[in-house]
Nanobody, 123 residues
């Protein structure tokens, strides 16, 4: 069983930066694929970024590529999402996800989900 706890969300102005973190329980965190999804009000949940266990492979949605960076620290059982040049359309609840299989870009690829952290970008 894996538990994921997100932190670091908040309110930021457009053009600003924010880093959200996800602390994971479990002794085998270093073997998990990790990722972030988000859900804006009235919209479907969507893929944001993902990273494999060794950080060799990272994936981003087109909407955040070049602005967001996913990273992980296996010694701290933590995955991060650095968000730069934020836009109002980035406003959403951000969910951390984990799975023991290889990295996936679909919601169904992940068995473990955090509770989410709110990110609000004002114009």
């Amino acid at each position: 069983q894996v538990q994921l706890v997100e932190s670091g969300g908040g309110l930021v102005q457009a053009g600003g930066s924010l880093r959200v973190s996800c602390a994971a329980s479990g002794r085998t965190f270093s073997s998990y694929a990790m990722g972030w999804f988000r859900q804006a009000p009235g919209k479907e949940r969507e893929f944001v970024a993902a990273i494999n266990w060794s950080s060799d492979n990272k994936y981003y949605s087109d909407s955040v590529k070049g602005r967001f960076t996913i990273s992980r620290d296996n010694a701290k059982n933590t995955v991060y999402l650095q968000m730069n040049n934020l836009k109002p359309e980035d406003t959403a609840v951000y969910y951390c996800v984990a799975d023991t299989d290889s990295v996936g870009l679909q919601i169904g690829a992940y068995d473990y989900w955090g509770q989410g952290t709110q990110v609000t970008v004002s114009s």
